[in-house]
C-alpha cells in the first residue's frame, strides 16, 4: 500500500543519515589502542569497494592489518555496539530533519 500524505519518516542510521566509514574508523582505532594492534593501512583499504564486497567488515578489517582471530572479533564487535565515538550529521541531513520536524512529521531511525 503506498501512502500519499505519511505522517511519520523512518531513516536508516549507517550509511543513510551518516558515512559509516567515521564510525567504522574511530572504533577501530580505540579497538587498536587497547589491544596494541598496528592499525597502519586499515585507512586505505577501506573504501566504498572494500564495505560494499565485505560479507563480515570487522574481520575484514582485522584481517586487513594482520589481526584477526575469533575472540578479538568479538570483542570488536561488542566495541562497534557500545562505542562512545564523536560523529556528526551533515549540515544538510540536519537542515531536512529539523525542515521535517518543523512541519510536524514524526521522525524515527532505525539502524
Not at 589502542?33 to 586499515?42: L, Q, T, V, Y
Not at 592489518?65 to 562512545?84: K, M, N
Amino acid at each position: 500500500m503506498f501512502l500519499l500524505n505519511p505522517s511519520s519518516i523512518i531513516f536508516d542510521l549507517d550509511g543513510t543519515l551518516y558515512d559509516e566509514k567515521d564510525y567504522l574508523l574511530q572504533v577501530f582505532f580505540q579497538f587498536a589502542r587497547e589491544n596494541e594492534i598496528d592499525p597502519a593501512g586499515i585507512v586505505d583499504v577501506l573504501d566504498e569497494q572494500f564495505r560494499a564486497s565485505s560479507q563480515d567488515i570487522l574481520k575484514d578489517m582485522l584481517n586487513a592489518v594482520d589481526a584477526f582471530d575469533p575472540e578479538r572479533h568479538d570483542r570488536l564487535f561488542d566495541l562497534y555496539c557500545s562505542a562512545d565515538v564523536d560523529i556528526s550529521l551533515p549540515n544538510q541531513v540536519e537542515h531536512v530533519i529539523a525542515k521535517l520536524g518543523d512541519q510536524g512529521y514524526k521522525l524515527a531511525i532505525l539502524t
